[in-house]
């Protein structure tokens, strides 16, 4: 693994804009960046990244086995009590998954180490899927990279074919989102796009004119029921909105499905840990409060359990003791875990994360971001990859 600087191509904007990527650039600062790009072989992906994102994978969905039969661990993950039995009905009823994002930790070098599970509403799909791979085929041609390079990148292809296996008849379908978050429009506009591939009919719903009807089914802004929909929304906020009273009741077909609540919570790292001590793609992590933790010593990471893009995570005991600077967005209220420190790789002053992504049970391709900081935030950069032949 090794990060390359490159020359932008002069029209990246023009081209970006074209295919709908039209947030490259977040609060004046670009969010795509092609003047560098990570160079990984074969074997760093075929050997470490992609059976780490299958192992994990498992034991996530083992410990979401034994969570919905928990009531303790449900309490532990903050799972509000009144929906505990709906989160529970939705796993036993295998209501499936479209897809996820694990993020690692990786030098190239050491095993992959896994930072948190993006399970629920990860973004930075679209660019993972889309024009990372049209800036991989356009450096081919031009000349800039071998010939014989590749990407392990098949998550547009698998995200299409995940819309078919999971509505087989086709059918409609809701997709809902923020409708005035750029990034989370565009990001399910995508979604859809690769539904209607799939042969299904999308309809976009903003999160905030769903409404519930006399009989408590939910419904959209012009009165259609939702029977299936895909939400950029978490499951941590719905299960605490006023219309979760609906939830259980409402016959809605989601996805992410509500047992993603389980796994959308870095409480899932202290429990993996626990029941896989040592596993060489975890790192060590507890509770705050667990006096366990002690085996941390003096420096390690306090993650909020729902937190998003880095906000209220905070490093602990620096070089002289001190806490560095956090991005505060109020995260916190429901608790905290305590984490290893394991910083990302400095690759010429930047350091990247590795997003590991998942479509139904199956690691399909990854995307990198990277920070000057080591906690990865929302304003990282998105920075393209490629296998060397």
């Not at 990527?21 to 795509?32: C, K, P, T």
């Not at 209220?333 to 305590?338: K, R, V, Y």
Request: glycine share 8%.
């Amino acid at each position: 693994m090794r990060r390359l600087t490159l020359t932008p191509r002069a029209d990246w904007r023009e081209k970006a804009d074209a295919v709908g990527f039209i947030f490259h650039h977040m609060e004046g600062q670009a969010y795509w960046d092609e003047s560098a790009a990570y160079a990984f072989t074969l074997a760093e992906i075929e050997n470490d990244l992609e059976p780490a994102a299958a192992d994990i994978h498992e034991l996530c969905l083992d410990l979401v086995d034994e969570a919905v039969g928990s009531d303790a661990l449900m309490h532990r993950l903050a799972i509000p009590a009144e929906h505990r039995d709906f989160v529970a009905a939705a796993w036993r009823a295998k209501s499936p998954s479209l897809y996820g994002r694990f993020d690692f930790g990786y030098d190239g070098v050491s095993k992959p180490k896994l930072y948190e599970y993006n399970a629920d509403t990860p973004t930075s799909v679209f660019e993972a899927a889309t024009f990372q791979w049209l800036w991989l085929e356009e450096l081919i041609a031009s000349g800039a990279l071998p010939a014989n390079s590749d990407q392990f990148n098949s998550l547009f292809e698998a995200l299409r074919d995940r819309f078919t296996a999971l509505f087989p008849t086709g059918g409609f379908v809701h997709f809902a989102s923020d409708a005035d978050a750029v990034e989370d429009r565009q990001t399910v506009r995508f979604l859809e796009d690769l539904a209607a591939q799939a042969g299904l009919e999308p309809k976009f719903v903003a999160m905030d004119a769903i409404g519930a009807n006399a009989e408590g089914q939910f419904v959209d802004q012009d009165g259609y029921l939702l029977q299936a929909a895909f939400k950029l929304y978490p499951w941590e906020q719905m299960l605490r909105e006023p219309y979760a009273v609906h939830l259980a009741t409402a016959q809605v077909r989601w996805l992410e499905p509500a047992w993603k609540s389980i796994l959308s919570n870095k409480g899932i790292l202290p429990l993996l840990w626990e029941r896989h001590r040592g596993h060489p793609n975890l790192l060590e992590a507890y509770f705050e409060g667990d006096p366990a933790a002690s085996a941390l010593g003096g420096r390690y990471v306090r993650k909020p359990l729902f937190s998003r893009e880095g906000a209220n995570i905070e490093i602990v005991g620096g070089p002289d003791g001190e806490r560095e600077p956090i991005l505060d967005q109020g995260y916190g209220a429901e608790g905290a875990i305590l984490q290893a420190y394991a910083p990302p790789p400095n690759f010429d002053g930047q350091r990247p994360v590795v997003g590991a992504w998942m479509v139904g049970n199956e690691p399909v391709g990854i995307g990198m971001r990277e920070d000057d900081s080591v906690v990865t935030k929302n304003l990282a950069r998105f920075v393209p990859h490629f296998i060397e032949g």
